[in-house]
């Protein structure tokens, strides 16, 4: 008789967010096949759980994926983990939960943590209907696409971003769907667990360097209409540019090109009303 294939979610941060029978499982099956085996040795080592673990991911999961099927049609029980969360959103595994459906392998969910379903539950945004888009594309004409998808839909909206990339972003969605309001959440249950909440023009202003993957949660029931988006004053651009190069470190130069994509105005227009809010000051 054929073994069952476990799909064990497991804590995003904070070690104490596991289930009695997450825990139960990951002791009892043969063995677990971890995104990275060194993050899961941490859980495992808390929990006083021995069981073998070997890596697979996006790199081996195709290569790997037989040895694991044979082993659980041979009878043996096996955990599926992803590095933190509930596995194959947005971590592999697809294929090979796949194969194992194929192969008419129970497979069994263990439900748990979730990044997306945290950051929604303290966001207060809408949640009766909502999407969740992963990551942005790193190459420009996928994350064009993906931004123009995006502007197009009316419900919450959910996805993650790394760090280096997630300024880049914020300001990308200003252009294009405007100063819609929107939760930035970071180290998520863990000690310094952040929630920046407001508009997106806010949130940029109020996040420094950011550390660790970022889920972002959208309102974009509440996005203004763009066409009808009204410019700031001369002086509101320019104590927005002292925030940009003073507190945030960024040249006058990359300021008022941050500023021109925020408002949506060419550079040389935020230059000439930055200069003439400077010549009123005086």
């Known amino acids: 008789m054929p073994g069952t294939l476990y799909v064990v979610a497991t804590p995003i941060g904070n070690l104490e967010d596991i289930t009695a029978r997450a825990l139960r499982v990951l002791g009892e099956v043969a063995l677990i096949a971890a995104e990275d085996t060194r993050r899961t040795a941490h859980l495992l080592a808390r929990y006083a759980i021995q069981t073998p673990t070997t890596s697979l991911h996006e790199h081996n999961e195709t290569k790997k994926t037989p040895a694991l099927i044979d082993r659980l049609s041979r009878g ?4 599926l983990v992803s590095d933190a969360g509930t596995p194959l959103i947005s971590d592999p595994g697809r294929h090979l939960i796949r194969a194992a459906v194929d192969a008419g392998i129970r497979v069994e969910p263990i439900p748990g943590p979730s990044a997306v379903m945290t950051a929604l539950a303290a966001a207060g945004a809408a949640t009766d209907t909502f999407v969740f888009r992963g990551f942005p594309p790193t190459r420009a004409k996928d994350r ?3 931004f123009t998808k995006l502007s197009n839909d009316s419900e919450t909206t959910v996805f993650f ?3 280096h990339r997630i300024r880049e ?4 969605l200003l252009q294009v769907i405007g100063d819609c309001p929107i939760v930035l959440c970071r180290e998520l249950t863990k000690i310094h667990e952040t929630l920046v909440r407001g508009p997106i023009s806010t949130v940029l202003s109020a996040i420094g360097e950011v550390k660790g993957e970022v889920t972002v949660v959208i309102e974009l029931g509440l996005k203004p209409n763009i066409s009808a988006r009204v410019r700031p004053s001369q002086a509101a651009l320019l104590e927005e540019l002292v925030h940009i190069t003073e507190i945030d470190g960024l040249t006058r130069r990359a300021g008022i090109n941050i500023l021109a994509k925020r408002h949506a105005m ?3 227009e935020v230059y000439e009303a930055i200069e003439a809010a400077k010549k ?3």
């Open 169 to 172: 972003t914020l300001e990308q």
């Open 161 to 163: 971003e790394a760090p």
């Open 76 to 79: 043996e029980n096996v955990a």
């Open 266 to 268: 060419r550079p040389n």
């Open 280 to 282: 009123l000051a005086e």
């Open 144 to 146: 064009k696409n993906w």
